[in-house]
């Protein structure tokens, strides 16, 4: 079945760059996302890319895509405390399935 | 806030007892979704419906039971609680199956 894969720690420090990796297996995706969970809470839209897009820029997140290698990254500049998080990449198929990866906690160091 | 309602947003449960989980949504969406979500397993999908008066099955339906009476809510039942339904519970809807809104979850626990 359909897959999606993400690391699931990543460790980097106040003001450098976050990049959070994510593979999929479906060859009908639509639109692939990814999604912000703080503790505590639900998850929460950060972003989303058409599966007709490379990349897709707002504010301080930078979306890759490469439809070849089924790979999306989210990056995140001059990453803050606020941003220590769960990160979930998502995969939305032609039958407006949604499948999640297992997200990756990012860990911000001082 | 136009949004996903969750209530209750915690609850202890005895073995073998039995509760409901209400998600309330006021966007008009029409489809709704009950996930699970464990420490390494992500989230996993329990049943989800894509209109008034349907349901169907997820990934994990097992132990759960669900009602979508009216469009804005969706109800997930446990009939006998077990240890191993201790989660968190997430409700989420969408338009058209697009862009998930989640609630901010149940966390229940089994003892």
Redesign the interface.
């Known amino acids: 079945g359909e897959d999606v894969e993400q690391s ?1 720690f990543l460790s980097v420090r106040e003001g450098d760059s976050s990049v959070i990796n994510c593979t999929y297996t479906d060859s009908s995706s639509t ?1 692939l ?1 990814w ?1 912000k969970q703080e503790p ?6 950060l972003t ?1 890319i058409f599966s007709n897009m490379d990349m897709k820029q707002d504010q301080r997140l930078t979306v890759l895509l490469n439809k070849k290698d089924k790979h999306l990254s989210l990056r995140i500049a001059d990453t803050q405390t606020g941003d220590s998080a769960i990160y ?1 990449c998502a995969d ?1 198929n032609r039958d ?3 499948i ?4 990756t906690r990012l860990h911000i160091l001082p | 806030n136009a949004g ?1 309602t969750q209530t209750p947003k915690f609850r202890v449960l005895k073995t073998g007892q039995s509760m409901t989980l209400l998600c309330a949504q006021d966007m008009n969406h029409e ?1 709704m979704y009950w996930y699970r979500q464990d420490p ?4 996993r999908l329990i049943h989800y419906s894509v209109g008034e008066g349907t349901t169907a099955k997820g990934e994990v339906p097992d132990g759960y039971n669900v009602s979508r009476l009216k469009k804005q809510n969706f109800l997930l039942g446990l009939e006998s609680a077990a240890p191993s339904q201790t989660s968190v519970y ?1 409700c ?1 809807s969408s338009f ?10 149940t966390r229940l626990t089994v003892v």
């Not at chain 1, 505590?40 to 839209?45: D, F, I, M, P, S």
């Not at chain 1, 999640?100 to 997200?103: R, S, T």
């Not at chain 2, 390494?40 to 989230?43: C, E, I, P």
């Open positions: 699931l639109y996302y999604y505590g809470a639900g998850l929460q839209l989303y979930f939305q407006d399935k949604i999640f990866g297992k997200g | 996903v489809y390494g397993m992500g989230l997430f989420a058209s199956g697009s862009g998930y809104t989640f609630g901010s979850g």
